[in-house]
C-alpha cells in the first residue's frame, strides 16, 4: 500500500467513527488514483444534498493525500453507489440534451455542474459532429452550453 | 462533531499537534471554534474560502445526526 493510501484510509476510518456511522470501506489503487468506496446503512447524510457532502470529503481526502507530495493523485469517493449512477444519469441527459439541440438547431444551457460533471459532459460530446460543448459563467454557476455546428 | 473537525483539520495542516478544537453548546447549536498554527490558516480556509466552506459543509452534515446545529468559527 503506498503512503497516500495509507494516509487516506486512516483518515477515511477516522472520520467514519468520529461520525458514528456503520459502514465497510474499500480503498483501492490503480493508475487513475486511489478510489474509495462506502457501503452501509443511514450513509445518506454524508452524500448530502445533490450529492454536496460527498464532494467536500472527496475535495479534502484529495488535499490531505497529497499534503507535501511532489506527485499529485486524484482520490474518488463513492458512497452507495451515488456518484456512479449519477455518472450514468449526466452521461444519459448529456446525450438527449445534444439530440434536442441538433433536431431544434438551437443551444442549451445545463444546470449548473462541478468540474468532474462538466468533464463527463464534455467527454460524452467530444466525438458528436452535430454539436459542441463549451463552460460558460463563474462558480458556483458555471455551466455547459450545448451548440450547434 | 468535535472529533470529527479536529480530525479533518489535522490532516490538512502541517503542525497537527497545535490544533485545537473547543465547543461552545447552546441550547440547539454548538459554536466550533478552530484554532491552527499561525502558518496553517491558509490550509484550513484554502482559495477562496474553499476549504473552509467544505469543512463546514461536512461538520453540518454529522451534526444532524446529533441533532444540533453546528456552526464552524475559524480563530486566526
Same mark, same amino acid.
Given at each position: 500500500?503506498?503512503?497516500?493510501?495509507?494516509?487516506?484510509?486512516?483518515?477515511?476510518?477516522?472520520?467514519?467513527?468520529?461520525?458514528?456511522?456503520?459502514?465497510?470501506?474499500?480503498?483501492?489503487?490503480?493508475?487513475?488514483?486511489?478510489?474509495?468506496?462506502?457501503?452501509?446503512?443511514?450513509?445518506?447524510?454524508?452524500?448530502?444534498?445533490?450529492?454536496?457532502?460527498?464532494?467536500?470529503?472527496?475535495?479534502?481526502?484529495?488535499?490531505?493525500?497529497?499534503?507535501?507530495?511532489?506527485?499529485?493523485?486524484?482520490?474518488?469517493?463513492?458512497?452507495?453507489?451515488?456518484?456512479?449512477?449519477?455518472?450514468?444519469?449526466?452521461?444519459?441527459?448529456?446525450?438527449?440534451?445534444?439530440?434536442?439541440?441538433?433536431?431544434?438547431?438551437?443551444?442549451?444551457?445545463?444546470?449548473?455542474?462541478?468540474?468532474?460533471?462538466?468533464?463527463?459532459?464534455?467527454?460524452?460530446?467530444?466525438?458528436?459532429?452535430?454539436?459542441?460543448?463549451?463552460?460558460?459563467?463563474?462558480?458556483?454557476?458555471?455551466?455547459?452550453?450545448?451548440?450547434?455546428? | 462533531?468535535?472529533?470529527?473537525?479536529?480530525?479533518?483539520?489535522?490532516? +490538512?495542516?502541517? !503542525?497537527?499537534?497545535?490544533?485545537? %478544537?473547543?465547543? /461552545?453548546? #447552546?441550547?440547539?447549536?454548538? $459554536? +466550533?471554534?478552530? !484554532?491552527?498554527?499561525?502558518?496553517? %490558516?491558509?490550509? /484550513?480556509? #484554502?482559495?477562496?474560502?474553499? $476549504?473552509?466552506?467544505?469543512?463546514?459543509?461536512?461538520?453540518?452534515?454529522?451534526? /444532524?445526526?446529533?441533532?444540533?446545529?453546528?456552526?464552524?468559527?475559524?480563530?486566526?
Amino acid at each position: 500500500m503506498s503512503e497516500k493510501t495509507q494516509i487516506i484510509t486512516k483518515l477515511v476510518e477516522d472520520i467514519i467513527s468520529a461520525t458514528d456511522i456503520d459502514c465497510d470501506i474499500s480503498i483501492e489503487e490503480d493508475a487513475d488514483g486511489i478510489h474509495v468506496d462506502l457501503r452501509g446503512e443511514e450513509l445518506g447524510i454524508l452524500i448530502g444534498k445533490d450529492g454536496n457532502t460527498l464532494d467536500s470529503i472527496e475535495f479534502i481526502l484529495g488535499i490531505a493525500a497529497n499534503r507535501g507530495q511532489e506527485e499529485r493523485s486524484k482520490v474518488f469517493l463513492d458512497i452507495e453507489g451515488y456518484k456512479s449512477r449519477k455518472k450514468e444519469r449526466i452521461e444519459e441527459m448529456s446525450k438527449q440534451a445534444a439530440e434536442k439541440v441538433e433536431q431544434t438547431g438551437e443551444a442549451m444551457s445545463l444546470s449548473p455542474m462541478n468540474p468532474y460533471e462538466r468533464r463527463l459532459v464534455h467527454m460524452v460530446l467530444k466525438e458528436s459532429t452535430a454539436v459542441i460543448t463549451e463552460s460558460i459563467g463563474e462558480e458556483p454557476e458555471r455551466h455547459i452550453v450545448i451548440k450547434p455546428i | 462533531m468535535k472529533e470529527l473537525l479536529e480530525t479533518l483539520a489535522k490532516a +490538512l495542516v502541517d !503542525k497537527p499537534d497545535e490544533v485545537e %478544537v473547543s465547543a /461552545v453548546e #447552546g441550547e440547539k447549536s454548538v $459554536i +466550533l471554534q478552530l !484554532k491552527v498554527a499561525p502558518d496553517d %490558516v491558509g490550509k /484550513v480556509i #484554502g482559495k477562496q474560502g474553499r $476549504i473552509a466552506k467544505a469543512l463546514r459543509t461536512i461538520v453540518k452534515a454529522s451534526s /444532524v445526526k446529533e441533532g444540533k446545529k453546528a456552526v464552524v468559527e475559524i480563530i486566526d
